[in-house]
């Protein structure tokens, strides 16, 4: 028989246990193989996301030269720009395999009169332009001089067909700019902005900034030898516009394309000769921004799956040792034979190389399905890539299995024939530990060392749940023993003689020690990624809810909040949002907080503070009610009594009024020195106005003090009440004291100055939460006329949804009172919905109002699930399912290893008095405690683990602007994954240990090892 022959008889009689190795060698083939897979699908995913949410403005390449001044001193003419294909050289031949063909144009400005008016704007020439217009009347340009206009410059300016311009080129400094005679042939429509790369039309007829003040018409469209032939416009500028083609540019090309783009711009910008030459494109970024992914997830994903490759590789290396204990006969034969040491080692290796090569082939197939799957279930259309980094790793991945053969190999090989024939137990007894176990446990726990004193930080720390579940597991491995036989011992004396035997039983067992260190790295990972993937999620919701500020955001193209509070009307759903930013104040939200209770995305947390503390209601010291009336004359009966002034009329009352947009202030007449004394003074209020404050005023060099009585306020003869709710001024230098018919007001002055007292309508300083940035004794905000407006933190809170991290929230009634709609807002509709949000912005495009742009939750949350950190974390869920496997493996390997020693030993039990039932008891039990305690340690150390590694590891492509940071441990989904784990891992244990006590019988006993 041959030599092959013989090995696949000795792999068919040992089937089970060459399964077993041959799995768990294809495990540690997929973890190296699949690494280089995915990390390589996951980016080409991330190019593809990105590329399809950049517009062709942002991705394509632009290049426009325009003349260069020469200096004053120097007597060389401008440098003129470059014809359009020699500007297109410029670009790296390199570069321009990625976009398509390239569009070619001249751009000038030109103004030419309409009337007793000036118009200006651009003309233009693009390569096959009119394809990308609709034309509406007459023909495309054929000749130099003739335009295309826009449908809407034909009616405004009149410009039909076959009508003449003079137009002269807008060229400051130059006392008779150039002009052409252009003739319009035709007139368009709907013009396609991502080939001209930008608006052609859209503002006919608007009116410049610019002095003087000119008549903007939209972009005239002509043929090249309008700007090359005849005299030369020297302020035309060159154009040369690439479009990129996204289905050539994969990981490589991108970053490729990226460095080239940003030497070619520094290069450009560096230059002091020749024309002046800008390149606009946003690739840069988009390479950057990949860039910075890649390096995150080229140390997650390895480190990820290193930590289960190294665990799979330690499980194969136990079944070795166990398998190759069973081999300890047969080379102990041979080496009696005379075959030696080489030749024993060589026996056990003609036999484990092939079982363990078998694995390699299924486990380069299975990373390369993972990878498949991946590819489809990421964005984009990625594909898997045999690459050089998978060679590498398969190459790799043999050396560590031969490498692993061998020193199994050669550890029976080199065992005397004594120690090869002798029948013991295998595990050490006692509390010795082994030179290697030593040097592991005093590693393991420098490592941890190490990490707890922050001496390690990066994602490299997503090692720390293995290193701390390996230096716990091995410290529970070599203490468990001894501590198992002592309890045994004691239990038996005492005369508990099942218990005692169960733990002897496991005391003595050699894959005791395995079985721990195992399933307390095991459940570590598998927690620990549980742990990673919940918080990230949780993390990157709370950004997405923060960033929104609501499920659907509209932005509206109008400031008229009255139009678009009409628009809302009583719909539960929608609400307006005032967001005001000025340029030395803090940001502001203006909002009804009932409605922002209800709409907004409030963390649980933060709702519940706010109304613990009755922050809302501070929020809502506005609701108190006007004093509100309406007339041409407001008159007040005052009183002095006990008033110390130099002199009549030292003393002089006042009123602030509001009246819808606007303040204002009106002197109602002196005090009397003594007794009553009714004054009068005209007001515009027919359409009624707000009595919002009382002031006193007093002359230079005089000192004021005592009260003022004011009662029977009238307003055309009608009666005002004055209402509650009175307060003193900012300046604190008079004090109200409400009385029956009136208010008295208690003063104290010192020369020449205005004190007051506000009406609770409209307070001083307006009331607002605040974040911690903006939190500041004197809060300052922009009111809504563009003016500042003082304001006071009721309520200091972490954030505010969809405000930045320096912000301030105001209530709208409240802000908006005695104040126009200024530029200085942008005026937002938060709805709870899309279907919510509809009807509104009907109602508004129905007034002429559109909506700007709308933001939804769901696309923000999408934009943080698509990078490379979260594709990367999202794999923890993988490796703690497939750690769990490989335990049970594990476990399956060292009963079929052992499963012969274990039924006899239980047969012998049997044999010695011991009830069959108890027995088989014993066979499930024994593991038990040690399956338990593992997974108990395991979970325990994966919390530890998680605790010491999320705060370093990388959860967002780019941190968002407002921190919402929160690695809370969540308790509930932990939990479940650990109690899973241990039912799994328990019964499976339970399943191996009551089959292996059913092949328990008498017979076992006569068996020799």
Known sequence: MGEFALVWAALRYRKGQAAALAVLAALVTACAVFAPLYDRVMLQSLVDVRLAHTTPLLSGVQLEAAQREAARWSTEKPAVPPEPTELLDRVPPGARASYGPPVLGWTDTLTHRVGTEVSVGQLMWRTAACEHVEIVDGRCPRAAGEILVSAADADYFHLAVGRR?????????????????????????????????????????????????????????????????????????????????????????????GDQLSALRTSLARSTSGPRVQLTTGLTDTAADVRSQQHDAHVIVPLLMAQLGLLCLVVLWLALVAVTDLRRNEVAVARLRGRGVRGG?????????????????????????GGALAARLLPGDAGVELRLPVLLAVAAVIAVLVLTILLAASRVGRMPVDALLRRSSSARRGWRVGAVDAVLVVACGVVVVLFVGGGLDGPVALVAPSIVALFTGLLLAHLLTPLTAAWGRLLLRRGRARTAVALLEAGRSPALRSTVTVLTVAAALAVFSVDAVVVADRNRTAAAEQEAGAPVVALVASHDLTAVEEAVGDRPGVMPVVRIQGTKTVPTLAVRPADFRRIALLPGDLADDLARTKAWAALEAGAVAPVAFTGTALSVTATAPGLSEPGEGAVTLGADLASGSSRSHTELGPVPREGSRRLTAPVSCDDGCD?????????????????VTVQDVRSDGAPVALGDAWSPGPDDRATPHRIADGL??????????????????????????????????????TGFNGRPQAGRAAAVVPRIPGAPDRAALVDLDVFRRAASSGSDLQVELWAKDTAALGPVVDALEHDGIGVVSTTRLAEIRQRYDQSAPAWSVSLGLVVGLAAIGVALILLTVLAVSGWRRTARDLSTLWLGGVRRRDVHRLGWTAQLPAVVLGVLAGGACGLVGAAMSMPIVPLFAEAPGVDTLDLGTPWVPVTVVAAAVLAVVAACSTG??????????????????
């Open 165 to 257: 311009v003079q137009a002269s080129e807008l060229s400051p400094g130059t006392e008779a700019p150039p002009g052409r005679h252009l003739t319009v042939v035709g007139a368009y429509s709907d013009p396609d902005a991502s080939w001209f790369v930008q608006d052609l039309t859209g503002f006919s007829g608007t009116t410049t900034e610019d002095v003087p003040v000119m008549k903007r018409h939209e972009a005239w469209l002509t043929v090249e030898q309008t700007f090359t032939s005849g005299r030369r416009l020297p302020v035309a500028t060159s154009y040369v516009g690439l479009r990129l083609r996204p289905e050539r540019v994969g990981v490589d090309e991108l970053l490729r394309l």
């Open 345 to 369: 080692g060589r026996l056990v290796l003609t036999e484990l190389l092939p079982a363990v090569g078998l694995g390699l082939v299924p486990g380069v197939a299975a990373a390369w399905a």
């Open 691 to 707: 009595l919002v404050g009382l002031t006193l005023s007093t002359t230079g060099g005089s000192r004021v003090t005592g009260s």
């Open 744 to 781: 008295t007001l208690a003063v104290d002055t010192r020369g020449e100055e205005r004190v007051s007292v506000s009406q609770g309508w409209l307070p001083e300083e307006v009331p607002a939460l605040v974040t911690a940035p903006a939190a500041t004794p004197d809060l300052v905000l």
């Open 992 to 1009: 191996i240990g009551w089959t292996v006590a059913r092949r328990a019988s008498l017979e076992r006993v006569r068996e020799t090892a």
